[in-house]
């Protein structure tokens, strides 16, 4: 996988220091490494400004680092990067960032080759998983040359494409860490100094474009008229595009979005007649090449996500990109046509929309909530219940359809805190464990400083699941076996001062609802934790106890259990008008049981 090749690469650089927060599609580059050297110090931080100051700290000494997110963790790693970039680097340091057009698992479409440009740093990208393994030693190689670290962003097809890839020998690089203090070079508050470190900052950007020039990983191939700039994983669909239609075109290949590499650039915009630029994201590229054609005379036109030629939204496929470059051809478009076999597999295939996993504790800590507004005769549409960044932002589908909101890491809590002040009432907010970590005892440390009237709900099911149950402060979980220290979230949020905080079972829905609504009541901040390890691990360890049944002559065909939880192992059958439970599915967290009006959903245990 794109990932793992990224992770060989890096482990053959000398890399001893690697960090990030799991995100996808960058989440298995960590858990490579982890697996294949566990000497390595690959760990995962609470959040990514943390980890890039981390890494950063390794880099000034000598040694190379590693860190990796998603694309909008780079927003969470902004603040560090502008100064990063000014101090520079010792050891080589790379920033994986994988961008995630599509959106396939994002809040957004950002392209973060705006990141290179606005802190003045290097960007590579690689079209497929072997120039992700070649490039990131690359990467090192020109860190450590120009003294800056280097931004490496791929795309969710490189990282989750596999092919057959090339690697060598992990290499252990004999160095002796050292810091020297540089109060020009590392202290910020420095003005004379910051104007200083710009102009070396530009200065050293120009030496790279002109390496750039020269790289192996750009190239020009082939002929005709019509020129193709082209980066990324796009590459691969200009070539299948160019065998199917028989159609000849003078390609560019670029891996090198930032600094462009101008004289390459202007050497190939004049060798044809016409531009078509194709690339994942915004139309980065193509606005580069603009400004380097009016900058140089040229009446070239250049043609692509700006003009129309290709969508500003979404992922490319090869059909969008044989389009484009049909057009740009003066021959009709195609039309694309699913093949039958297909059509008729997506009829025969039954719609399954994300849901929870059968004895997610997250249905019932909702199930509680919502059971407790009501109780309390509050509508559910009259007290904002804020959700955040995990599997419980699964909430939002029907039955439950209980959060409101969701966007960003630790965003619950902020949002609740400035409602409770605008409506003037107790607000809701949902936020997991991990995320909790990450950006969530910031606005947590707000609430009770200015004592807001807010419920925080902190769902901990004692991992990060959504990206594949990766551990964090509040498991004592390591990634590569070392001894952690578990942070007490309990403990942490009573050091805040907040007067209401309990722990429930969420699977116990009477104990977690009659929590809610005490809290509902106190004035000032209140902090709820609902407590239930996440299912998938319990299930892996098989340590499942027994399984509900369904008494037929007590089911009356109500459907309250199905309605109330939507958890996918309860069946209705019309033959029968009763509900089943799916073995196969279930996994005996009880939930279903307390939601039954009529008694008719025990447990063995409980009717002998």
């Known amino acids: 996988m794109g990932n793992e ?9 000398g890399v001893v220091f690697a960090t990030g927060y799991p995100g996808t599609p960058s989440t298995e580059v960590i858990e490579t490494i982890a697996r294949l050297k566990p000497e390595v110090f690959a760990e995962w931080a609470p959040n990514e400004k943390v980890a890039l100051e981390e890494a950063a700290g390794v880099a000034y000494t000598g040694l190379r680092a590693l860190v990796t997110m998603k694309c909008v963790g780079l927003n969470v790693a902004a603040d560090p990067l502008m100064s990063l970039a000014y101090s520079g680097v010792e050891g080589g340091l790379v920033i994986l960032v994988a961008d995630d057009p599509g959106p396939h698992t994002s809040q957004t479409e950002q392209d973060d080759r705006y990141y290179g440009k606005l802190s003045l740093l290097p960007v590579l990208e690689p079209a497929d998983p ?29 990282n989750h494409t596999t092919a057959d890839v090339k690697v060598g020998e992990f290499v252990e690089l004999k160095r002796e860490p050292r810091f020297k203090k540089d109060i020009e070079r590392y202290v910020r508050a420095n003005m004379e100094g910051n104007r200083k470190r710009h102009r070396w900052l530009n200065e050293t950007l120009k030496k790279v474009e002109e390496e750039f020039s020269s790289v192996p990983f750009n190239w020009v191939e082939g002929d005709g008229e019509i020129g193709v700039v082209v980066e990324g994983a796009p590459y691969n669909y200009v070539h299948e595009a160019m065998a199917k239609l028989g159609l ?8 090198t979005p930032h600094p462009l590499p101008r004289k390459l650039v202007l050497e190939f915009m004049r060798s044809v007649r016409k531009v078509v630029v194709v690339e994942e994201g915004a139309p980065f590229l193509e606005e580069e090449l603009k400004v380097v054609a009016y900058e140089a ?68 800590s909702y199930r509680a909530a919502l059971d407790a507004l009501r109780d309390l005769k509050l509508g559910r549409y009259s007290v904002p219940i804020h959700g955040d960044i995990g599997c419980y932002a699964l909430s939002l589908l029907p039955p439950l359809e209980a959060i409101w909101t969701e966007f960003v890491m630790g965003a619950s809590i902020s949002l609740a805190n400035g409602q409770s002040v605008a409506l003037k009432k107790k607000v809701i907010a949902t936020i997991g464990d991990s995320t909790f970590f990450h950006n969530g005892i910031q606005p947590l440390v707000d609430a009770a400083y200015k004592n807001l009237n807010v419920l925080v709900m902190i769902l901990d099911n004692r991992t990060t699941a959504m990206t594949g149950h990766q551990p964090h402060p509040g498991t004592g979980g390591s990634e590569t076996g070392r001894n952690f220290r578990e942070i007490d979230i309990e403990a942490l949020v009573k050091a805040l001062g907040i007067g209401y905080v309990k722990t429930v079972d969420p699977y116990d829905l009477e104990e977690t609802r009659e929590a809610i609504k005490e809290a509902m009541q106190v004035e000032g901040p209140a902090v709820i934790i609902a407590r239930r390890e ?58 279903c049981n307390q939601t039954c009006p ?9 009717l002998r």
């Open 598 to 606: 009529f008694d008719a959903i025990k447990f063995p245990s409980e």
């Open 130 to 158: 072997q120039e992700a393994h070649d490039l990131i030693k690359y990467a090192y190689e020109l860190s450590e040359r120009y003294k800056v670290p280097v931004i490496l962003r791929t795309t969710t097809r490189v």
């Open 297 to 364: 005379g040229l009446s070239v036109p250049i043609y692509g996500k700006r003009t129309g030629l290709l969508p500003l939204e979404g992922e490319l496929t090869p059909a969008l990109v044989r389009n484009a470059l049909l057009e740009v051809s003066g021959r009709k478009s195609e039309e694309y046509v699913k093949p039958e076999s297909v059509v008729r597999a997506e009829s025969l295939a039954p719609k399954r929309p994300p849901g929870m996993c059968p004895g997610c504790p997250h249905r019932g």
């Open 534 to 591: 996440c299912v998938i691990p319990v299930i892996r360890r098989g340590e499942i106890g027994e399984l509900p049944v369904v008494i037929d002559d007590r089911c009356t065909g109500c459907k309250a259990c199905v309605l109330l939880t939507g958890c996918p192992a309860l069946v209705y059958e019309p033959e029968t008008n009763k509900v089943r439970i799916d073995e196969l599915l279930c996994t005996g967290c009880g939930v």
């Open 248 to 255: 000849k075109f003078r390609v560019l290949k670029l891996s």
């Open 5 to 13: 090749a990224i992770a060989y690469g890096a482990l053959e650089s």
